[in-house]
């Protein structure tokens, strides 16, 4: 694939605890992910989760943007709910 675009984010916690459970659930979909025009990788840093997104154009970019995103999302309401149950 020649990069057109090279797109990073990231993601802070509260702890290094919740960022690891984090980025280890999301690993397996980061590393499975099957789309054809981009690319994404994930790194932990401490309490914070660094996104790398490469794509051929804007529409993959936004795409694999989107599903990392969603995934993101489930994770860490999964988590918390989890967390808040077994604190109560």
């Known amino acids: 694939m020649s990069t057109k675009l090279e797109i990073y984010f990231s993601i802070h916690y509260d702890s290094e605890d919740q960022a ?6 999301l690993l397996p979909e980061i590393q499975e992910q099957r ?3 981009s ?15 490469t794509a051929q154009d804007i529409n ?7 599903s ?3 995934w ?6 999964a988590v918390l ?3 808040k149950q077994t604190f109560n």
């Open 20 to 25: 690891q459970i984090i980025f280890a659930s």
């Open 35 to 37: 789309f054809e025009r």
């Open 39 to 53: 690319k994404a990788s994930i790194k932990l840093k401490g309490q914070k989760i660094v996104f790398n997104v």
């Open 60 to 66: 993959a970019a936004k795409a694999t943007i989107s």
């Open 68 to 70: 990392i995103l969603r």
């Open 72 to 77: 993101i999302s489930t994770t860490t309401k």
């Open 81 to 83: 709910t989890l967390s």
